[in-house]
């Protein structure tokens, strides 16, 4: 336990919203790019349906979203029975990390594609081709000309996804559950709390939170500010 201005506070929601919001986000940089990329590059007339498939959730209730995945994810789904095809003893994923991840990564996609999309989208054409002439390969042609272009939008992503992560309620209660220790996070502790009436625990919980947030926020800028000076 932490004693916070006199305040007993269990650490465990706060290293589980850590880690769960540090997996989701890498997860969706290694999958939101391809992503972006595709749709950034897309010409055909579906790709305002693609589009939009990835921003629903940005509209969707959380709880919604949350449902079809505890559905989906259910020890006796199709997901289950594919794990446990492929190994895992039980296939179970949901009330699990895993699980939480997997509800984070479909709840927060939106925040990691549309800026990696929208930076993809300044990406001259006629650079990307210029360098293909000069046999530049994949690798090559993602780390030394697409990534120093779209830095700023890999930023914004991954602090995005990190903080929507952080934040979330709905999805990770529906998915997770409330088990203290394994998904209890730091949203759903501070639901417990006010429901308690431990209103303290609740104040110390939401203020660490407040200037974490606060803190990520103005490390975005700065950094963002930085790259401006040096493209001026």
């Known amino acids: 336990m932490w004693h916070i201005f006199g305040v007993e506070i269990d650490p465990n929601p706060i290293w589980t919203t850590l880690s769960v919001a540090l997996t989701t986000t890498l997860v969706l940089l290694i999958i939101g790019v391809p992503i972006a990329w595709k749709l950034a590059r897309m010409t055909s007339r579906w790709k305002v349906l693609f589009e939009a498939l990835v921003a629903l959730p940005l509209v969707l209730p959380p709880t919604v979203l949350g449902f ?117 996070m730091v949203s759903i502790a501070i639901f417990d709390h006010v429901e308690s009436l431990e209103y303290a625990q609740a104040h110390v919980l939401s203020l660490i939170m407040l200037i974490f947030s606060f803190a990520v926020l103005l490390s975005v800028y700065g950094l963002n500010r930085k790259f401006d000076v040096k493209v001026g």
């Open 68 to 184: 079809y995945l505890l559905i989906s994810m259910n020890p006796n789904g199709m997901v289950a029975e594919t794990l446990r095809f492929l190994g895992h003893p039980d296939g179970q994923l949901t009330f699990t990390f895993v699980g939480l991840v997997v509800g984070s990564v479909f709840y927060s996609l939106p925040f990691a594609v549309q800026p990696l999309m929208h930076a993809f989208e300044q990406v001259p054409q006629a650079l990307l081709d210029a360098a293909k002439t000069m046999r530049a390969n994949t690798a090559s042609l993602f780390w030394q000309v697409i990534l120093p272009l779209s830095r700023r939008g890999f930023l914004t992503a991954a602090t995005l996804a990190f903080a929507h992560t952080v934040g979330e309620f709905g999805v990770v209660l529906m998915v997770g559950g409330n088990i203290p220790g394994e998904t209890r």
